[in-house]
């Protein structure tokens, strides 16, 4: 399976306040918890984590945990299957006991060929950001509102793909740093820049930089400019009279026959065919 393939089913979606301890259980389905406040100590597969505030703990079915409460703690928690080949089973599924557990109960037995770590146990502190789209996805879930559990599914599998690119990224330091870069070209670059200048702005070196923004975008750092540059000169072409030399220069192209060349290995046609296929001044 890869991660185009998620289309996950919720079965179970709700916020409270945990006060008791917890044996050692299974689970049938996977499991997504988010502590909003606390602390524990959680305990899977025989390995021992000290977990925050803030923190997104993500594991499959199968796999034997236990919570450790440090007095009251509040977690949003999330009962799923990654595909839809079960929903028919739509209730909650009850945890099972160590003692009574057997393997073949497992619902999905998923091996992910491009996010190997989802196949097994994710951890991720520092994910306050995504406690609003949690906060969503319950919501949608548990209020009955049109299409309620769908629009929670549908979220669900956009915050699956963003643990899945944090996994695969590395640490939040990288995402501050990507989104600083980023920020940087989104806001210069209609000037002339080097490698070299944006590296400076993070205090890398550009052939760091330009790995982090590979790994991030699936593009260089050159290109990734390139790519800004061209849509904000599409952009131009629909909304302005401008002549495609002005839009060529304000885009941040050091010539028309560059900007001509780099716009039509990113949309395919070259500027005047855009602007005469979308109805724009010619």
Same mark, same amino acid.
């Given at each position: 399976?890869?991660?185009?393939?998620?289309?996950?089913?919720?079965?179970?979606?709700?916020?409270?306040?945990?006060?008791? /301890?917890?044996?050692?259980?299974?689970?049938?389905?996977? %499991?997504?918890?988010?502590?909003?406040? !606390?602390?524990?100590?959680?305990?899977?597969?025989?390995?021992?984590? /000290?977990?925050?505030? !803030?923190?997104?703990?993500?594991?499959?079915?199968?796999?034997?945990? %236990?919570?450790?409460?440090?007095?009251?703690?509040?977690?949003?928690?999330?009962?799923?299957?990654?595909?839809?080949?079960?929903?028919?089973?739509?209730?909650?599924?009850?945890?099972?006991?160590a003692d009574s557990f057997d393997p073949a109960q497992v619902l999905e037995a998923l091996a992910f060929e491009d996010c190997p770590a989802l196949s097994g146990f994710v951890c991720l502190? &520092?994910?306050?950001?995504?406690?609003? =789209?949690?906060?969503?996805?319950? %919501?949608?879930?548990?209020? &009955?509102?049109? @299409?309620?559990? =769908?629009?929670?599914?549908?979220?669900?599998? @956009?915050?699956?793909?963003?643990?899945?690119?944090?996994?695969?990224?590395?640490?939040?330091?990288?995402?501050?740093?990507?989104?600083?870069?980023?920020?940087?070209?989104? =806001?210069?670059?209609?000037?002339?820049?080097?490698?070299?200048?944006?590296?400076?702005?993070?205090?890398?070196?550009?052939?760091? $930089?330009?790995?982090?923004?590979?790994?991030?975008?699936?593009?260089?750092?050159?290109?990734?400019?390139?790519?800004?540059? $061209?849509?904000?000169?599409?952009?131009?072409?629909?909304?302005?009279?401008?002549?495609?030399?002005?839009?060529?220069?304000?885009?941040?192209?050091?010539?028309?026959?560059?900007? /001509?060349?780099?716009?039509?290995?990113?949309?395919?046609?070259?500027? &005047?065919?855009? %602007?005469?296929?979308?109805?724009?001044?010619?």
């Amino acid at each position: 399976m890869i991660i185009a393939d998620i289309n996950p089913f919720i079965r179970y979606a709700d916020s409270y306040q945990f006060t008791p /301890a917890q044996p050692f259980s299974y689970a049938r389905d996977c %499991r997504l918890f988010y502590l909003q406040s !606390g602390s524990i100590t959680f305990h899977i597969d025989g390995q021992s984590h /000290a977990i925050g505030d !803030g923190t997104l703990l993500l594991w499959r079915g199968g796999q034997c945990y %236990r919570f450790e409460l440090n007095g009251a703690v509040r977690m949003t928690i999330l009962n799923f299957d990654y595909t839809r080949a079960h929903a028919h089973l739509a209730d909650s599924l009850r945890i099972i006991g160590a003692d009574s557990f057997d393997p073949a109960q497992v619902l999905e037995a998923l091996a992910f060929e491009d996010c190997p770590a989802l196949s097994g146990f994710v951890c991720l502190p &520092g994910m306050q950001g995504a406690e609003e =789209e949690l906060a969503a996805i319950v %919501r949608d879930f548990n209020e &009955g509102r049109l @299409l309620g559990r =769908e629009a929670a599914c549908a979220r669900l599998k @956009l915050l699956l793909t963003d643990i899945a690119r944090r996994v695969l990224t590395g640490t939040e330091k990288s995402d501050t740093t990507v989104e600083r870069v980023l920020a940087f070209l989104r =806001e210069n670059y209609a000037r002339p820049l080097t490698n070299h200048e944006i590296a400076q702005i993070v205090n890398y070196h550009e052939f760091y $930089v330009n790995k982090l923004i590979v790994r991030h975008t699936g593009m260089t750092l050159h290109r990734y400019l390139t790519h800004i540059r $061209v849509g904000h000169a599409a952009r131009l072409l629909m909304t302005t009279d401008d002549p495609v030399s002005k839009i060529a220069e304000d885009c941040g192209f050091t010539s028309p026959a560059y900007f /001509a060349d780099a716009f039509r290995r990113t949309m395919g046609v070259t500027p &005047g065919e855009y %602007r005469k296929q979308r109805g724009g001044a010619i």
